[in-house]
């Protein structure tokens, strides 16, 4: 299937139509009179300009759905820090783990890097 551009196919159907007033007006072709491709050609218009408009729905929706992901996981994080917070359960509750979080109790204590051994120091002869 070959794809045409808006502006071709509207340059392409203003030819046609021109040409067939201009030639043949009373005749028909392809089983058509020159009113009835008038009307039927203006479909893939009409088509191409309703894509047009979905597509601008469709971006403003997607913003819409970034909005909305923003300010659920404020509220997430909001929650957890609240969670973290509440004597009733804390970092360490299971309610805490449950949400995905590793609890106080079993995180591993950071450990100090060894450090390199120091190089030994050699006097430069002057």
Do not use: C
């Not at 009733?88 to 204590?109: A, T």
């Amino acid at each position: 299937m070959k794809k045409y551009s808006t502006a071709a196919l509207t340059r392409k159907r203003a030819q046609f139509l021109s040409s067939w007033a201009e030639y043949a007006q009373g005749k028909s072709f392809a089983g058509m009179t020159m009113a009835e491709f008038e009307v039927k050609s203006k479909e893939p218009l009409e088509v191409r300009k309703d894509l047009a408009d979905a597509r601008t729905k469709v971006s403003g929706l997607i913003l819409k759905r970034d909005k909305a992901d923003d300010t659920h996981n404020e509220d997430l994080v909001l929650i957890a820090h609240a969670i973290r917070a509440d004597k009733g359960f804390g970092e360490d509750s299971p309610l805490y783990r449950s949400l995905g979080f590793v609890p106080k109790s079993e995180r591993k204590k950071p450990r100090r890097k060894a450090k390199p051994p120091a190089l030994p120091v050699t006097e430069n002869a002057a």
